[in-house]
């Protein structure tokens, strides 16, 4: 039997701090010598202290404007951010975008153009790290040409110890390292890097208050809104607790505030985040306010669809399911990850439900929304899966028969109680379980896209196809793509499309009426 190795390649040898040289220390922090290179570090991630759930009430700050001295930090300056990972990254970046602007900085996607580049980084698999850490490499060169240029690593794996040490060790040109708590701090943090010579890293361990009021940038017909942060599952296999702290619940009415504003702005289509939305409001001290009744205001705001993402199927209780049954704008799609369809692999996972109490939730779900489309998120290989276990995930997605899912090769994370467990399974059978789960994935996948031919679905117009100008992109209430005939005016409608040729991946179809302009979703 081999034991897994930890997550990051060289873990240990990250860790050794003995050729570092302390300058000095202040109330600001430790200044510190690596390599020749100077770095302020202000606050540095702790896996320990990450672990910690404490028993302080969670901060709501409201007042988050960009100081005044602050707002013109970015004239005639361009900024990139590239983006990696879930949702929450992807609107992470959104906020950071708002800021930029409000500080006078234009956004270019040209990299040599830009005057600041963010890398907002994913921890959730070693391939994800593995992006970064190529793309570092990439902007050395950058950095070397262009010295005035301020280069961040933020987002998910600046939250890890071992990564930020590895990048103050061997990639010293970086500036700036903050994490997924304090993005708020953009503005003063990039007036140290800029004014200061040093790397500043300032990654806060400690849960994050709730922040509101920040800037956003969005675009197009569908918005990001986040409802609560962090989570307190600690699946054992998952970084993402020690990466975004503890669950915290976003107010109710600022919630509904931002949601009715979104509306008045004419967004379509809006997706509330959360790494474990019902578990919406149980923080909370001086309310009771559950994820359902959240979805009952919402349901009464005029805006067309609203999804959520993502739901844990241990908290999925009946008031849910009764209010997503109303439907109206609440769409008839649930991602529901099930990880595993074995009991014995899901209580090592720690996930606090077994294969049977999955299977009753979905039954109850698939009679109160017939119609729902259900999709998950799956990890073949955990350590120690055996045949027998991997044959109970295929016989569940048989049960279940999903739409679509994500899948996955267990990927050991450092830190994490799974990367210590053994592990006899090779990665070649792993590799293997991926397929034949992938195999029947699309082989139900096709079938269910299948039981649609002939019907007449709403879809939401996203713009042309990318691969023909004669036809048109968009979605369906349960997030199915579909391209049909039409022109190209018709972006940003909700029109009815008759499907024609259901494929395993996407829809094709016939536009067979004018769009309806008014909210369609009754
Ligand atoms: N909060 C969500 C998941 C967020 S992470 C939930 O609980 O459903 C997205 C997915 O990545 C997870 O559902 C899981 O399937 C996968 N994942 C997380 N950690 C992983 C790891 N160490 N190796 C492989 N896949 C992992
Ligand atoms: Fe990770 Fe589990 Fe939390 Fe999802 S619920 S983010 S898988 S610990
Ligand atoms: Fe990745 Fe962090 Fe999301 S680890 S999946 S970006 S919460």
């Not at 005639?76 to 950071?96: A, F, P």
């Not at 109490?357 to 929304?369: N, P, R, S, T």
């Not at 649609?452 to 996203?462: A, K, M, N």
Request: hydrophobic share 35%.
């Amino acid at each position: 039997m081999s034991k897994s190795t930890p997550g990051n390649k060289d873990y240990s040898k990250y860790f050794d701090f003995s050729n570092a040289k302390v300058l000095h220390e202040d109330e600001h922090g430790k200044h510190i010598r690596v390599n020749g290179r100077e770095i302020h570090i202000v606050s540095q991630p702790s896996y320990r202290e990450e672990k910690r759930r404490g028993k302080e009430d969670v901060q709501v700050l409201y007042d988050n404007g960009i100081p005044e001295e602050m707002k013109h930090l970015g004239q005639g300056k361009h900024y990139h951010i590239t983006t990696y990972g879930c949702q929450m990254n992807e609107h992470d970046t959104e906020v950071m975008r708002g800021m930029f602007e409000a500080m006078g900085y234009t956004s270019t996607e040209d990299r040599d153009e830009a005057d600041v580049i963010l890398l907002n980084t994913c921890a959730i698999r070693e391939n994800a790290e593995d992006k970064v850490f190529g793309e570092l490499g990439h902007l050395k060169h950058l950095k070397l040409e262009k010295p005035s240029l301020i280069l961040g690593v933020c987002g998910c794996m600046s939250q890890e110890e071992s990564v930020v040490s590895r990048i103050m060790q061997k990639h010293s040109f970086v500036d700036l390292i903050f994490g997924t708590h304090n993005i708020h701090r953009l503005p003063q943090l990039l007036k140290d890097a800029y004014f200061g010579k040093e790397m500043v890293v300032e990654v806060w361990s400690k849960e994050g208050d709730i922040i509101e009021n920040l800037p956003k940038k969005r675009e197009g017909l569908r918005a990001w809104v986040n409802i609560m942060y962090g989570c307190d599952k600690f699946c054992t296999y998952c970084i993402v607790p020690y990466t975004r702290g503890k669950e915290r619940s976003r107010r109710p009415q600022d919630v509904l505030a931002e949601i009715r504003d979104l509306a008045r702005q004419g967004f379509k289509e809006i997706t509330l985040l959360g790494q474990n939305v019902n578990a919406y409001g149980k923080d909370f001290t001086d309310l009771t306010y559950s994820f359902g009744d959240l979805m009952d205001d919402i349901r009464k705001i005029d805006v067309p669809r609203i999804r959520f993402t993502t739901s844990h199927p241990r908290d999925f209780d009946d008031q849910l399911v009764e209010v997503l049954a109303k439907r109206g704008n609440l769409v008839e799609h649930i991602h529901l990850p099930v990880q595993s369809g074995s009991s014995e692999v899901l209580k090592k996972m720690s996930r606090k439900y077994s294969r049977e109490h999955y299977l009753e939730l979905v039954g109850k779900i698939k009679q109160a929304i017939p119609d729902v489309v259900l999709t998950s998120d799956i990890i073949v290989g955990f350590p120690g899966e055996t045949d027998e276990q991997f044959e109970d995930t295929l016989s569940l997605v048989r049960e279940v028969r999903y739409d679509s899912a994500y899948t996955f090769i267990y990927s050991p994370r450092a830190g994490t109680p799974a990367a210590e467990m053994e592990d006899n399974v090779s990665m070649e059978v792993k590799k293997v379980r991926l397929a034949r789960l992938n195999e029947l994935l699309n082989e139900i996948g096709r079938e269910r896209n299948e039981e649609l031919r002939g019907q007449v679905v709403e879809v939401l117009v996203e713009g042309v196809s990318k691969n023909n100008a004669e036809m048109l992109s968009g979605r369906t209430r349960t997030n199915k793509l579909i391209h049909f005939k039409g022109h190209a005016s018709l972006s940003g409608d909700f029109v009815h499309v008759r499907v024609t040729e259901p494929q395993t991946w996407v829809l094709k179809g016939e536009l067979v009426q004018e769009p309806e302009r008014a909210n369609p979703a009754v």
